[in-house]
């Protein structure tokens, strides 16, 4: 697997490195730098806070994430390529759902957030069904829209039962990733990417002084 400090390769397509502690906030951190003013992008380049770049993104996340299977990945991946436009249109909506989703887990109390979610990830829920099995589970509907709909699922999952305030934001330049920090001991996304680039600049300073 090719990697670097703050993210991986899965299945050809860059993704941030699963480091928030539940899926829900590692969907919030396929996007860095929030909060941050944007950067000078020359025209026609990805903008390079951002790790949903295709439907194909979000698909994978979904099944590098736990949410869904290799071969459902692979089957909605084909497909989307003979529905380019409808694939568009489920990016644009993963991406409304990740900013509305930040907002909630940053602040629960905030009604007009919780509003705008809860109408989000309402269609979702509404696809539930019970698989039987030996051991039964939910499973949502087999649409192209299914990588969206496992996502808004663990994110309802996820404002309702995680630990909120426990949800910190990494304070590293041009990050703003979230973690769940139940020990109040944590203080960098990672130590590996945003903690060794704070330790690098302290010691520069140092050295200045």
């Known amino acids: ?10 299945r050809g397509l860059v993704l941030p490195r699963p480091v928030g502690g539940h899926p829900a906030l590692d969907f919030v951190n396929t996007r860095s730098g929030w909060g941050e003013p944007a950067p000078a992008i020359p025209d026609g380049e990805p903008d390079p806070r951002e790790f949903l770049r295709s439907y194909d993104h979000v698909a994978v996340f979904a099944e590098h994430a736990g949410l869904l299977d ?7 991946r084909r497909r989307a390529a003979t529905r380019p436009r409808d694939a568009e249109d489920l990016l644009a909506a993963a991406r409304e759902l990740r900013s509305r989703l930040r907002a909630v887990l940053l602040d629960p109390r905030d009604q007009r957030a919780v509003r705008a979610l809860s109408r989000l990830v309402q269609p979702a829920l509404a696809q539930l069904h019970l698989v039987p099995g030996d051991q039964p589970r939910w499973d949502v509907g087999g649409g192209l829209d299914r990588p969206l709909s496992a996502i808004a699922w663990t994110a309802a999952q996820a404002v309702t039962g995680a630990d909120l305030a426990s949800v910190h934001t990494c304070p590293g330049h ?32 140092r050295q200045r002084a």
């Open 174 to 205: 041009d990050c703003g990733w979230l973690f769940l920090d139940p020990r109040g001991r944590r203080r960098w996304c990672s130590m590996r990417s945003c903690g060794n680039r704070a330790k690098v600049a302290a010691h520069a300073e």
């Open 1 to 10: 697997m090719v990697e670097g400090p703050h993210w991986i390769e899965v």
């Open 70 to 76: 290799a071969a459902s990945v692979a089957a909605l």
